[in-house]
């Protein structure tokens, strides 16, 4: 049988010596008198150090999905206005309560302002259907909560999805 380990403590008479105790892991007695702590507070660096990681990498990753949807400047139509101007090439649309016609440009431009292929996103927020139509029989229908991107060549309307 083996002798009981002392604790350095007096026991008090009604109490016992089988309570919980918790045991942590600690560093090679190796490393010093120090080494416990320094341990714990590496191990906590560590620790803080991935979830920083994970935390920054995470923030970087959502700032980027949010700059990439917001590249492109808002336009409106004008009230009582049911034409898409060449201006609006480059940009995107929003209709909100717009007519159940739209027409796009006569001549369908070639470059937006910026010298790029001329584009539109319209992005239709309702209440109803809305048609949208250009030169040579070129005519699109956006339901209520649908995106489109209409482009041109210069010559004629295309429908990009």
Do not use: C
Request: glycine share 10%; no cysteine; aromatic share 6%.
């Amino acid at each position: 049988m083996e002798a009981p380990v002392q604790t350095g403590r007096k026991r008090r008479a009604g109490r016992s010596d089988d309570r919980l105790r918790i045991v942590f892991p600690t560093a090679p007695r190796a490393l010093g008198r120090g080494a416990p702590f320094a341990f714990w507070v590496i191990s906590i660096i560590v620790v803080l150090e991935e979830t920083m990681k994970r935390l920054l990498m995470g923030s970087v990753w959502l700032i980027g999905q949010m700059v990439t949807l917001q590249n492109k400047p808002l336009v409106h139509l004008k009230p009582n206005e049911n034409r898409i101007e060449a201006s609006f090439g480059g940009k995107t649309l929003e209709l909100i309560d717009a007519p159940v016609v739209i027409l796009l440009p006569k001549h369908p431009p070639d470059r937006d302002e910026l010298g790029d292929p001329w584009r539109v996103e319209v992005k239709n927020l309702g209440p109803r259907a809305v048609t949208i139509q250009g030169e040579r029989a070129f005519s699109v229908q956006v339901g209520v909560g649908g995106t489109t991107q209409i482009s041109s060549n210069g010559v004629a309307y295309s429908l990009k999805r």
